[in-house]
Structure formats: structure tokens, C-alpha cells
């Protein structure tokens, strides 16, 4: 456990090598949960190795254009390195205790969620955690909020078509 959570560590911290592929290492997302197509939507941001944040929005159940829209922004090399500075003790925490699912979640309504990659495995945020975990998802997921770049979901969204 131990070689997992210093493997983690220096994944997030150590300075990414640019790629072809670049790899993900966090991603985090809201949909408005179960609604009819008209008014239902959904979007993940993910950061990968390489600085870049893309935001997919889909309107309605589309997982395809026109119904779906990307945008690509790159973090600057500074912002990087603050996010994965940040990023890196709360993920430890997170490997080393991953969060788990309230076995009785809300029902309807929308949701927050997300996952770290780490070392080709990914770790969840459960969208509904059990109390005991709530704070730490919370913190990881306003980590990722914080460093998405503003307006690149606005973005995405006024470009997606609804159904």
C-alpha cells in the first residue's frame, strides 16, 4: 500500500513528460439526473499529463455531436503545477482509504462525481459517498473545480445542441 500511495505522489507531483498520449489523471463531472431528454444534461472535465482540461457537455442522452460538445484549454505550466500540489495529499488520502458509496443514496435530483487515475487505475469519487467520506470527496472535487479554467464549461454547453 505504501509503494501504491508514493507511486500516486509522485505521479501528481512529479513534472508530466509531454506525450503523444497523454494520460488522464483526473476527471469530474455533474449530470441533472434522471430528467426527460428536453431538459436532461451532463459533462465531464478531465486533466490529463500533458496540462490539457477538456470539458464534454452533452443535452439530452446524446453521447455524440451534435448533441455533445468538447472544448480543449492547457493549464499554464505555473497553474499545473499548483493543481498537482494541491491535488497530491488529498489523493494519498485517498488511496490509502477510498471512499465509499452511501448503500442508500437520494433518489433523483442531479450529482456531482469523479475519479483519479492512478497508475492506470482509476479511484472513485462516488457521487453519493457515505458521510464519513463526504468531506474528503468534497475536497478533492473542489480541487478539480477550482482548477478547471472558467467559462470552458459555459463554453461547452452554448456549443451542444439540445434534442
Not at 27 to 37: A, K, Q
Not at 90 to 112: N, Q
Amino acid at each position: 500500500m505504501i509503494r501504491l500511495a508514493a507511486a500516486l505522489f509522485l505521479a501528481l507531483v512529479a513534472a508530466p513528460a509531454l506525450a503523444e498520449d497523454a494520460s488522464p489523471i483526473a476527471v469530474w463531472g455533474e449530470d441533472s439526473g434522471t430528467l426527460p431528454p428536453e431538459y436532461a444534461w451532463s459533462y465531464t472535465v478531465t486533466f490529463t499529463t500533458d496540462r490539457r482540461v477538456t470539458v464534454e457537455y452533452c443535452k439530452g442522452y446524446a453521447d455524440t455531436a451534435p448533441g455533445c460538445a468538447t472544448v480543449k484549454k492547457r493549464l499554464t505550466k505555473a497553474s499545473f503545477a499548483a493543481f498537482q500540489a494541491e491535488l497530491a495529499p488529498l489523493a494519498l488520502g485517498l488511496l490509502e482509504d477510498p471512499a465509499r458509496t452511501d448503500p442508500d443514496p437520494p433518489i433523483g435530483g442531479g450529482a456531482f462525481f469523479g475519479k483519479l487515475n492512478v497508475d492506470g487505475e482509476d479511484v472513485a469519487l462516488p457521487a453519493f459517498p457515505v458521510d464519513e467520506d463526504k468531506p474528503q470527496v468534497d475536497a478533492i472535487l473542489q480541487v478539480l473545480q477550482d482548477y478547471t479554467p472558467a467559462g470552458q464549461v459555459a463554453a461547452a454547453e452554448k456549443q451542444s445542441k439540445a434534442p
